[in-house]
């Protein structure tokens, strides 16, 4: 793994090509051993092939690769300022997730908590199942359908007392979230806590990042929801509009 990452090292701005020898070379390796490398590479797509010239440049999965880091980060960025203000108004931890490579996951790309003494805490990087919690079905609901078919298909495991775990309830569930464009849930990613989450949605329509609130269920009150819920699409507007992204189209 690591003389594959060398290798893709090479390919920079200014040496965007090179040769078998060339890189066997720089890398300090024997010309078969790279050579096996970089058919990995190429048959993944991190690498392709000029045949007229038989030098090497980055393939299609680089580029694609770099270019979701690239919008991952202005959107980290862009969504700072956001989390601490709705954190702030709520006094509750706002996050912001994004869905897994695989897209069966979400991850906590970034959060802040709130002010109370009593709150929920999760890492940067956490990974939940994508079908348990508000935060993480506001971002299956909008993927592309094939991707949902594959969660739904299973297995459905359960995180927490109130998961979702049968597909025909799910289904149901990722239907309503999508007719209101926003997603609420109780219990069902850690236990004794609630949450709610709007998606940020790209110009396909399809699921780019969720913006989350979540705190425990002691403090929850039936006024409380829609005050949130308003919070959260002031929240997730602000970032739409930095980015030239998406809401659902609902008002609050």
């Excluded at 890189?23 to 390796?29: S, T």
């Excluded at 997730?97 to 956490?126: A, I, K, M």
């Excluded at 079905?137 to 995180?159: N, Q, R, W």
Aim: aromatic share 6%; glycine share 8%; proline share 5%.
């Amino acid at each position: 793994m690591e003389r594959a990452f060398s290798i893709l090292r090479l390919f920079t701005e200014y040496s965007p090509t090179w040769t078998l020898s060339a890189v066997a070379r720089q890398v300090d390796l024997s010309t078969s051993t790279c050579h096996r490398i970089i058919q990995a590479l190429r048959a993944e797509g991190y690498l392709g092939r000029d045949e007229a010239s038989k030098q090497y440049h980055l393939g299609v999965a680089a580029l694609e690769l770099g270019n979701r880091a690239r919008k991952s980060s202005a959107l980290t960025s862009a969504a700072a300022q956001a989390l601490r203000w709705l954190a702030f108004a709520t006094g509750e931890t706002a996050f912001l997730l994004e869905p897994s490579e695989d897209g069966r996951y979400s991850v906590c790309v970034d959060r802040v908590e709130g002010n109370q003494p009593l709150r929920l805490t999760v890492d940067v990087g956490r990974t939940v199942p994508i079908h348990a919690g508000a935060g993480q079905k506001v971002l299956l609901a909008f993927m592309p359908d094939s991707a949902v078919e594959t969660i739904l298909a299973g297995p459905l495991h359960k995180v927490a007392r109130m998961t979702i775990t049968d597909p025909k309830e799910l289904r149901a569930d990722l239907a309503l979230i999508r007719s209101r464009g926003w997603s609420v849930s109780f219990e069902e990613s850690h236990a004794g806590t609630w949450a709610m989450a709007i998606p940020i949605l790209d110009s396909t329509g399809h699921t780019a990042a969720g913006l989350a609130l979540a705190g425990p269920v002691l403090r929850h009150s039936a006024e409380l929801p829609d005050i949130w819920r308003r919070e959260c699409f002031r929240a997730a507007a602000s970032v739409t509009d930095a980015l030239g992204l998406h809401l659902p189209g609902f008002l609050p």
